[in-house]
C-alpha cells in the first residue's frame, strides 16, 4: 500500500506531461498559431528542466546515501567506494544537464 502512495504523484505527474501536450494539437487550423506552439513549448521546456533536476536529485541523495552508509559500515573502503560514487554522480548530473539542453531546445523552436 505504502508503494501506491508513492506512485500516485508519479502517475499524475506522468498523465500531466503526457496529456496536457496534446491540447495544443487539438485546435482548429484557424485557431492554431505560432504563439500557441512557442506556449507550449515553454510549458514542455519548464517541466523537462523540473522532471530532470527532481529525478537528479533523487539519484544523487540515494548514492550518496548508499555511499555514506557503506563507509560507515567499513572505514577501511572509503577511498574504494568514493571513487566509484562520484563517478556515478557525474554521470548523474549529465543527464541533468542532457534535460536543460534539451529544455533550451524547446524554447527556440
Known amino acids: 500500500m505504502r508503494t501506491l502512495k508513492k506512485l500516485a504523484p508519479a502517475t499524475l505527474t506522468f498523465a500531466f506531461a503526457t496529456l496536457v501536450p496534446m491540447v495544443a494539437f487539438a485546435a482548429n487550423g484557424a485557431e492554431a498559431n505560432a504563439n500557441d506552439v512557442k506556449m507550449w513549448a515553454m510549458i514542455g521546456a519548464g517541466v523537462a528542466i523540473g522532471l530532470a ?36 554522480l557525474a554521470l548523474i548530473e549529465s543527464l541533468v544537464l542532457l534535460g536543460f539542453v534539451i529544455a533550451f531546445m524547446l524554447q527556440s523552436k
Request: glycine content about 22%.
Open 53 to 88: 533536476v527532481l529525478g537528479g536529485g533523487l539519484g544523487q541523495g540515494k548514492a550518496v546515501a548508499a555511499a555514506l552508509e557503506g563507509i560507515s559500515r567499513n572505514p577501511g573502503a572509503a577511498a574504494r567506494i568514493q571513487t566509484p560514487m562520484i563517478l556515478g
